[in-house]
Structures are given as structure tokens and as C-alpha cells.
């Protein structure tokens, strides 16, 4: 199965702003109730931040939303592999 596609749905600049936002949540409140969470709201971040670009473009269907929610997801995933690459400790809350 070619998941290739998925490349294609990816934004930049949604992935960016869900990395700071989770980022700041998991150092600025270090608390396992919260940081459980993250995944989910980077996931919200990545469909807020694309729908917002995408009707300011006049251009909003089902496709922005699951490019939002991939961009989001996969911030979470270049965090960890950051973290795990340089071995840097995870927050303990």
C-alpha cells in the first residue's frame, strides 16, 4: 500500500504552528493530565490553522480538513523524533 499521498496533504506552515503550540503546552505545563492531550490539540490546531487559510483563499472542502488534522498529527511525530534523535529527556510533571 502506497501512502505517499499523505505528502501531499502535509502543510508546512500547519505543522509549524502545531509544533510551537504543542512545544509551549508540554514545557510550560508540565502535567501528564495535560501533556496526555497534546496529540489532540496539535490535531485541532493543524484543522483551525488550514481551515483559516483556506477561506481567506475561498477554497474550503473535506480536504482541508484531513490535511489540517494529518499536518497537526504529524507535528506530534517530528517532536518526538527530535527528542528521541538528540536524547532529550521527556518533561516529568
Do not use: W, Y
Amino acid at each position: 500500500m502506497d501512502i505517499g499521498f499523505l505528502n501531499e496533504l502535509i502543510s508546512p506552515v500547519a505543522m509549524g504552528i502545531a509544533l510551537v503550540i504543542g512545544f509551549l503546552i508540554k514545557h510550560a505545563i508540565a502535567n501528564e493530565e495535560i501533556n496526555r492531550f497534546i496529540p489532540v490539540i496539535c490535531c485541532v490546531v493543524g484543522v483551525v490553522v488550514m481551515t483559516i487559510t483556506d477561506l481567506t483563499a475561498g477554497t474550503f472542502d473535506v480536504e482541508t480538513i484531513l490535511s489540517g488534522a494529518i499536518s497537526g498529527l504529524a507535528a506530534t511525530g517530528l517532536f518526538e523524533a527530535f527528542r528521541q534523535l538528540f536524547n532529550i529527556p521527556v518533561a516529568k510533571g
